[in-house]
């Protein structure tokens, strides 16, 4: 007998903010070190959780990127619903697929020019093969009540309608144990989400169907309410911006490599970064400036600050969560253990 | 025949027929899930299958009334909205066509707490 070990926020309140569903999270070294496949590990836990869950487990030794086209050091391999203690045979799972390296993936895709730069010995792992997965739109798994979008980025109740948002750079801080911040999206997130890029295997959006620089929401004023009402579990600003900085510093230009998002947009011009404005679309730049990111704004003349300076000040320079509280990791998630 | 389709209103008409005439003793069948529809036509093939299935339910003792519902196999649906704009007359004068993607609770929700399940569904992708 093994013991696979386990992180879990259960259904209900958690602090201020309301968890629609349970949440747990999974290290796939303690699932290889238990011998059992992705699958298994999910199904196991899901045996001892009666109500609805999803599950997001992660290779921390691999790469992916956040909705920015920011990389991160750690990558989701798989994802599921369960619900009743079980999960659906034909919804309920489904696992990411590592994306091999080539030039002709760079240029098709040239905010992955911070993997070599970054992460160069960590594998990318990215969101689901279209192919595979039986649902014909979003990368999403459900099983009863229980929904997990986005590539595990979204949880949803399908019967009280509730959600929650899960940024992944927020997940890597729970797998690390490290700090996250809990309060309401708001509206500089919900539009920061549009500002999408495109991959072949998209976490969120298959087929490079968005390009850099456009909004994926593209519906002007109504894109800061898309998400704002959501709860969230965000990484802490002073980790969040440490991923910000890294990718900047491998040259890739916001709104023409990586997501011209408040965040990005916030850093940037403290290390005298401007954005592609020319590969932007004014429906992009529209959006931004709805919630105050005005090409006034992006251009004015601020303090140029070193990366450590920007870390330092993360709270004051980057935007958005309304009513946010800081927690360390330990004060948000439970651990559990399993016998397998 | 495999290719006919049956009318909608004789659908539901067909599984009323089958619960009430079937078992021992006349029992309801209700059929759910297909408000928003006014008018289709439902594939005959599994329109045959599931009076099948309603008449094995009506004939089981412990079965006082049987209910059909019918969800999205699929649980994520592709939609157009079609927003029309009309005129003082009631005239549609303008339109514009978008897609809406609609998530759905799975079948899960209506047979979690159910003792005996027979999934007489095809793989799918085998239809």
Request: charged share 25%; with cysteine; net charge negative.
């Amino acid at each position: 007998m093994s013991k696979l070990k386990y992180k879990i926020i259960p259904e209900g309140m958690l602090h201020d903010i309301f968890v629609p569903m349970s949440a747990v999270f999974i290290d796939y070294a303690d699932v290889k070190a238990c011998n059992l496949t992705m699958r298994e590990a999910c199904e196991k836990i899901a045996a001892t959780i009666p109500g609805p869950a999803g599950y997001n487990m992660f290779d921390m030794t691999a790469t992916t990127t956040n909705s920015d086209g920011v990389m991160i050091d750690g990558s989701m391999t798989c994802m599921a619903a369960s619900d009743y203690g079980k999960i659906n045979k034909d919804f309920g799972y489904l696992e990411m697929v590592e994306v091999p390296y080539s030039e002709e993936l760079i240029k098709e895709e040239p905010h992955l020019k911070q993997w070599k730069k970054s992460y160069p010995d960590r594998r990318l792992i990215m969101g689901p093969d279209p192919k595979v997965k039986k649902i014909p739109i979003h990368n999403a798994t459900l099983t009863g009540r229980a929904g997990n979008n986005n590539s595990a980025t979204e949880m949803m109740h399908y019967i009280t309608m509730e959600e929650l948002l899960l940024p992944i750079t927020g997940q890597i801080q729970i797998m690390k144990d490290g700090k996250v911040e809990l309060g309401g999206t708001g509206y500089v997130i919900s539009v920061g989400i549009g500002m999408v890029v495109g991959e072949e295997y998209g976490r969120i959006v298959p087929h490079r169907q968005f390009k850099c620089g456009t909004s994926a929401h593209n519906s002007g004023e109504y894109a800061k309410f898309l998400k704002s009402h959501i709860p969230v579990i965000a990484a802490d600003k002073s980790e969040l911006v440490k991923y910000i900085i890294q990718a900047l510093q491998t040259g890739v230009i916001p709104g023409k490599d990586i997501g011209a998002s408040p965040a990005v947009l916030s850093v940037a011009r403290h290390m005298g970064i401007l954005p592609d404005f020319d590969n932007m679309t004014q429906a992009s730049l529209d959006e931004l400036a709805d919630v105050g990111f005005t090409k006034e704004w992006i251009t004015a003349d601020v303090e140029k600050l070193t990366p450590e300076e920007i870390i330092a000040r993360a709270h004051e320079i980057i935007p958005g969560i309304d009513n946010p509280k800081k927690y360390d990791v330990s004060e948000v998630v439970q651990v559990k253990y399993i016998e397998v | 025949m495999k290719l006919m389709h049956t009318k909608l209103p004789e659908f539901i008409r067909k599984m009323k027929v089958a619960a009430a005439t079937k078992g021992s003793t006349y029992k309801e069948c209700e059929v759910v899930g297909l408000e928003n529809l006014k008018t289709a036509k439902m594939q005959s093939l599994r329109t045959g299958r599931i009076e099948q299935a309603v008449e094995d339910l009506a004939k089981m003792e412990d079965v006082y009334r049987v209910e059909v519902a019918v969800i999205p196999r699929i649980p994520e649906s592709m939609h157009s909205a079609i927003v029309r704009g009309f005129d003082k007359d009631g005239n549609p004068v303008h339109a514009v066509l978008e897609t809406i993607n609609i998530l759905h609770p799975t079948e899960d929700v209506l047979i979690h707490d159910c003792p005996d399940i027979d999934d007489r569904r095809p793989p799918i992708g085998n239809h």
